[in-house]
């Protein structure tokens, strides 16, 4: 690829002050994802899970459930959840059952090793989740995940 000189670069439109904002969020949320991921990682492994491990199994925690809506409601892709759906069922954390709504498509469950894992996590994260919280306003928690699932709708609209 051939990089025109600077001058020749186009200019992108001055940012109102929403795009600023949004801007600011996206930036935000990145360094807080770092963050987040790097919690994850400790507490997942009060249950010797990975924090990519414990996303997948919590995607099945309530029900069993195709590894295609697994990523759907994670909102990582199909093949990651299968890679991780796969080490997940052969170390017995997790199982594949039959489908009745699709004959390829199994379901993964979890399994009671799989359970017993989220609540070794769960040992752990409620004291985490709940000093982390400390001093934060409720409401301001309210209107920021309510902005944040605002923010995911638009994009997964887009």
Same mark, same amino acid.
């Given at each position: +690829?051939? #990089? ?8 992108? $439109?001055? /940012?109102? *002050?929403? %795009? ?53 409601? +994670?909102? #990582? ?8 759906? $796969?080490? /997940?069922? *052969?170390? %017995? ?66």
């Amino acid at each position: +690829m051939t #990089v025109p000189p600077r001058k020749d670069w186009p200019r992108p $439109d001055p /940012l109102p *002050e929403g %795009g600023v904002l949004v801007t600011d969020v996206i930036l935000a949320t990145f360094r807080l994802n770092a963050r987040l991921m790097e919690a994850a990682q400790d507490l997942a492994a009060h249950g010797g899970l990975t924090a990519a491990w414990w996303q997948v199994l919590g995607g099945v925690l309530d029900e069993p459930r195709s590894v295609a809506d697994v990523g759907r409601i +994670m909102g #990582v892709s199909r093949q990651g959840v299968q890679r991780i759906a $796969d080490l /997940l069922v *052969e170390r %017995g954390l997790a199982e594949y059952r039959p489908n009745p709504a699709h004959r390829r498509a199994k379901l993964l469950a979890c399994t009671e090793a799989g359970y017993w894992a989220i609540r070794q996590i769960s040992v752990a994260q409620h004291p985490f989740a709940d000093k982390l919280s400390a001093n934060i306003d409720l409401d301001e928690l309210r209107t920021t995940l309510a902005t944040m699932q605002t923010l995911i709708t638009r994009l997964e609209e887009a």
